[in-house]
């Protein structure tokens, strides 16, 4: 069955410290794949996105994800934590249709992070 | 320029009462979408429309309907609310549909600002 999962529901870092979030996901073909995060009360906003080409992708605010084929794997990653990255971080893919379809996103659970001083 | 606009921002219904989750956008975008947020859900797709007069269904559509009379305007209503409706409703869209194999391109999805609804 077509699937992304995010593993882990809740992470707490300090801050400072290296962040990786996982996502894994199950599909046929690769999807296209995202990252989003919600803050406290706020709407999703995009981090970063990959479609094709280069593995390792840059985003906005200092996250990177890398996107691991072999392992069916789009982990999301930021060397060095702000207190204000406590949020809700979502994995997201959008399978590939031919005939140019619509292509609605299909979102894992979420992973809450929480940012110790 | 407002972006993806949603009212109410909050909302408490009565089992059985109706209402409708106003969702507006004003960057001419062709396709809109309604997703719910539960805890350890994440995002589920409702309904989208890939332009005025078309919708169609997504994940979890039982509950809902839609209509797109004009390409600003995405209303979603809950004919008789139901507590398994309590969430937290996105409204999203985007330029045309979300990605195009053809085109070979993506066009981002904008996300309002969310409806949080609890039915008694």
């Known amino acids: 069955a077509q699937s992304v999962t995010q593993p882990d529901i809740h992470i707490t870092v300090s801050e400072g410290a290296s962040l990786e979030l996982r996502c894994n996901y199950s599909?046929?073909?690769?999807?296209?794949l995202f990252w989003y995060v919600q803050s406290p009360g706020q709407g999703l906003q995009l981090l970063l996105k990959?479609?094709?080409?280069?593995?390792l992708v840059q985003g906005i605010k200092g996250f990177e994800a890398e996107f691991k084929r072999s392992q069916s794997s789009f982990n999301l990653r930021k060397p060095s934590v702000h207190w204000s990255d406590a949020a809700e971080y979502f994995c997201?893919?959008?399978?590939?249709?031919?005939?140019?379809?619509?292509?609605?996103?299909?979102f894992g659970k979420g992973t809450k992070l929480s940012v110790k001083p | 320029n407002a972006g993806v606009t949603q009212t109410p921002k909050f909302q408490v219904l009565k089992t059985g009462q109706s209402m409708t989750l106003q969702c507006a956008q004003d960057?001419?975008?062709?396709?809109m979408s309604w997703y719910r947020q539960d805890p350890g859900m994440g995002l589920r797709l409702i309904h989208y429309s890939v332009g005025a007069g078309i919708t169609d269904q997504g994940e979890v559509p039982n509950g809902y309907n839609v209509s797109r009379s004009t390409t600003e305007d995405f209303p979603l209503r809950l004919l008789s609310a139901a507590p398994s409706q309590t969430s937290v409703y996105f409204c999203?869209?985007?330029?045309?549909?979300?990605?195009?194999?053809?085109?070979?391109?993506?066009?981002?999805?904008?996300f309002g600002p969310g409806t949080r609804l609890t039915v008694l």
């Open positions: 960057m001419n975008h062709e396709y």
């Open positions: 599909y046929g073909a690769t999807p296209y």
């Open positions: 997201a893919v959008a399978p590939k249709r031919r005939g140019g379809s619509q292509g609605n996103l299909i």
């Open positions: 990959y479609f094709s080409g280069d593995t």
């Open positions: 999203a869209s985007s330029l045309t549909e979300p990605h195009s194999l053809l085109a070979g391109l993506y066009n981002e999805q904008f």
